[in-house]
T-cell receptor, first 114, second 115 residues
Framework: GQQVMQIPQYQHVQEGEDFTTYCNSSTTLSNIQWYKQRPGGHPVFLIQLVKSGEVKKQKRLTFQFGEAKKNSSLHITATQTTDVGTYFCAGRQNYGGATNKLIFGTGTLLAVQP | GAVVSQHPSRVICKSGTSVKIECRSLDFQATTMFWYRQFPKKSLMLMATSNEGSKATYEQGVEKDKFLINHASLTLSTLTVTSAHPEDSSFYIC???????????FGQGTRLTVV
């Protein structure tokens, strides 16, 4: 079945440093979404990328979707302590019906030291 | 964003008993709901997809007779863990998708502990 891997599994940075997590799918994705999960919380939607090579920005966060639509990245510039959490990518797999299911990546836990 | 309410948030039960978890979409009609299981410091593992008024579709390796899913209305799906065992202890989380089928809205999750 489809697998979505993320690297690194864990990243510890000093506040102000940049951070990047990479997401790779074994199959081509129709679109990719990114979620953030704080410790003890549930995943919260950040963004969706649909087009090949698409780049989107949200303040200090930059999201990219690869040309082959099999990989994606999330880059955070000048991390803050509020960025702490686990970042998941999630790829849409064609379910064959009206709604496609999301397959979550393995996640990257970000720790930010003040 | 849309609100998805999951109940209970935490439950402790004895081995052999059954536990029902509810997932409600409060302000939109969820044609499809997804049930995930998450182990500590791990990713979300999709267990099953339920569509209103039809049988759920289970992922490979998930026992349908153990994890009963019912999606009786456009706003409610339930997951029942039957004859629970300690290895069923986990964080169960639902998500709902509306007709737009874009982002997934997650419930708060249910931490199940089987003793």
């Amino acid at each position: 079945g489809q697998q979505v891997m993320q690297i690194p599994q864990y990243q510890h940075v000093q506040e102000g440093e940049d951070f990047t997590t990479y997401c790779n799918s074994s199959t081509t994705l129709s679109n990719i979404q990114w979620y953030k999960q704080r410790p003890g919380g549930h995943p919260v939607f950040l963004i969706q990328l649909v087009k090949s090579g698409e780049v989107k920005k949200q303040k200090r966060l930059t999201f990219q979707f690869g040309e082959a639509k099999k990989n994606s990245s999330l880059h955070i510039t000048a991390t803050q302590t509020t960025d702490v959490g686990t970042y998941f990518c999630a790829g849409r797999q064609n379910y064959g019906g009206a709604t496609n299911k999301l397959i979550f990546g393995t996640g990257t836990l970000l720790a930010v030291q003040p | 964003g849309a609100v998805v309410s999951q109940h209970p948030s935490r439950v402790i039960c004895k081995s052999g008993t059954s536990v029902k978890i509810e997932c409600r979409s409060l302000d939109f009609q969820a044609t499809t709901m997804f049930w995930y299981r998450q182990f500590p410091k791990k990713s979300l593992m999709l267990m099953a997809t339920s569509n209103e008024g039809s049988k759920a579709t289970y992922e490979q390796g998930v026992e349908k007779d153990k994890f009963l899913i019912n999606h009786a209305s456009l706003t409610l799906s339930t997951l029942t863990v039957t004859s629970a065992h300690p290895e069923d202890s986990s964080f169960y989380i639902c998500s709902a998708a509306g007709y737009r089928d874009t982002e997934a809205f997650f419930g708060q999750g249910t931490r199940l502990t089987v003793v």
